[in-house]
């Protein structure tokens, strides 16, 4: 799964640590989730998206080999 969490914290000119503090994580979940290591929960998914204005739909793009 990739994200666009880092490309969107950038617009939005917000720290890992910023963001983490926002939804209630730690700044290490943030960074596994922008390098697709981590799959989120839909609660903290949409915790996410909600913080960086933007629908879950257009934070997480999932590929056919993740679905499998």
Excluded at 3 to 16: G, N, P, S
Excluded at 18 to 38: C, D, P, Q, S, W
Aim: hydrophobic share 35%; proline share 1%.
């Amino acid at each position: 799964m990739k994200t666009r969490i880092k490309e969107l914290r950038a617009r939005y000119d917000m720290t890992q640590e910023e963001l983490a503090n926002k939804v209630g994580v730690r700044r290490e979940t943030i960074g596994f989730l922008e390098k697709g290591k981590y799959n989120p929960s839909l609660k903290l998914a949409y915790k996410v998206a909600k913080t960086l204005k933007t629908t879950i739909d257009e934070l997480f793009i999932f590929e056919d080999s993740d679905l499998e």
